[in-house]
């Protein structure tokens, strides 16, 4: 899904059942999710390196303003999420940066799903307590 106005560019990522819709604009590195700063949203540092991935990928961190709104799922989920939005906006804006992005493996999404729950099951797969007696 491509949103593209001006010097705005966007991207949609998704995943497990995070999505996230994420606009950049020439600026000097700031990160909102949801009208939040991303640190604060995101509360740890490893998702902090996951959301800037593709911007270290293609040297350009300090390049960008990025607006995101995010929902669904959890945060690690969302991590992803902004992760390949950014990435597919980042594309969006500049076709040239395709293939080091496909390479690190950025615009790829990552097809894995939660398993969907069964009846006469607790989850997926697990199962009640057997009892003989």
Same mark, same amino acid.
């Given at each position: 899904?491509?949103?593209?106005?001006?010097?705005?560019?966007?991207?949609?990522?998704?995943?497990?059942?995070?999505?996230? !819709?994420?606009?950049?604009?020439? %600026?000097? $590195?700031?990160?909102?999710?949801?009208?939040?700063?991303?640190?604060?949203?995101? $509360?740890?540092?490893?998702?902090? &390196?996951?959301? !800037?991935?593709?911007?270290?990928?293609?040297?350009?961190?300090? !390049?960008?303003?990025?607006?995101?709104?995010?929902?669904? %799922?959890?945060?690690? %989920? &969302?991590? %992803?999420?902004?992760?390949?939005? /950014?990435?597919?906006?980042?594309? &969006?804006?500049?076709?040239?940066?395709?293939? /080091?992005?496909?390479?690190?493996?950025?615009?790829?999404?990552?097809?894995?799903?939660?398993?969907?729950?069964?009846?006469?099951?607790?989850?997926? !797969?697990?199962?009640? &307590?057997?009892?003989?007696?």
């Amino acid at each position: 899904m491509a949103h593209t106005t001006g010097n705005t560019h966007g991207g949609t990522g998704r995943r497990k059942r995070s999505v996230a !819709r994420v606009l950049i604009t020439l %600026g000097k $590195g700031s990160i909102k999710v949801n009208d939040r700063p991303a640190e604060e949203y995101m $509360g740890r540092a490893t998702l902090m &390196q996951i959301i !800037r991935q593709p911007l270290e990928a293609t040297n350009s961190v300090e !390049r960008f303003d990025i607006v995101v709104n995010a929902h669904g %799922g959890g945060l690690t %989920g &969302q991590a %992803g999420a902004i992760r390949h939005g /950014v990435a597919r906006a980042l594309v &969006q804006m500049d076709e040239t940066l395709r293939p /080091v992005l496909r390479k690190a493996g950025l615009l790829t999404r990552d097809p894995r799903e939660k398993e969907s729950k069964k009846y006469g099951r607790k989850r997926a !797969r697990k199962r009640f &307590q057997f009892s003989k007696r």
